[in-house]
């Protein structure tokens, strides 16, 4: 099972993201000291990716085949590897997949993977979730 | 480079509200005290991807800015509530061939939210 969408990165999105996490670089909010910096726009905080991911990764968490009960499901753990800057105007396509099932006691451990390329087809970043259902 | 760093962040009343916002993550157990009462959660908790950018700020606010994170993992325990200070200790594991590799955990009122954490950064 697997989900794919396309998140397009908004400048005003990666600033009020960036805002919310406290995030005060430059990179992130003013465009000119990243055009200085060399990128094109601003430039996304590296956690922006739970973000552009979770266009691909709700429905694949959320996917009715699965059963997962939004309301008890816990974080249990993640992991991001990035391999490229992402930045404000770049169109993220995100591949999410249902990795496997596991029970560790009284709790459901449920894995899913993601990948996600911009618009040149460049691999930006991979991530893990692993969610608890209590 | 140190060796050991801890830093403080305070999440305030209104945090979940903003992070919600610019994540579009609006789980009710965020932003509602009842409806996490209603799922035997204690009030409602912070996002555990807020704190997951805590943590990598603590790591990108010193060292090399935003864009030399180059992987973070971490285990999500207990649950973050606002208006609580959280402490994040990072501890340098390694450092070699342009990166460095961190050990980090965030702790809230002596309750580890994040633990075993691990950030790569570029150097």
Known sequence: MSHSDTYLVGREKIREYAASIGEQSPLCHDVAAAREAGYEDVVAPPMFAAVYKWRAMGPAVLDPQIGIDFSRLVHGAQDFTWHLPVVAGDEITTEASFVDEAKRGEIKVYTFSSRSTNQRGELVCEGTWTNFVR | ?123
């Open chain 2, 1 to 123: 480079m140190d060796e050991l760093r801890e830093v403080t962040v305070t999440p305030d009343r209104y945090t979940t509200y903003h992070y919600a916002g610019a994540s579009g993550d609006f789980n009710p157990i965020h932003l509602d005290d009842e409806f996490a009462r209603s799922v035997d959660l204690p009030s409602k908790i912070l996002h555990g991807l807020w704190t997951m950018a805590q943590v990598a700020r603590a790591q990108t606010d010193v060292v090399g800015g935003p864009l030399a994170l180059k992987s973070l993992s971490v285990q999500f325990r207990g649950m973050g509530v606002p208006e609580q200070d959280i402490t994040i200790t990072s501890k340098l594991k390694s450092q070699g061939d342009g990166e460095a590799v961190f050990d980090c955990e965030a702790v809230q009122d002596g309750s580890k939210l994040v633990r075993r954490g691990r950030a790569v950064l570029r150097i």
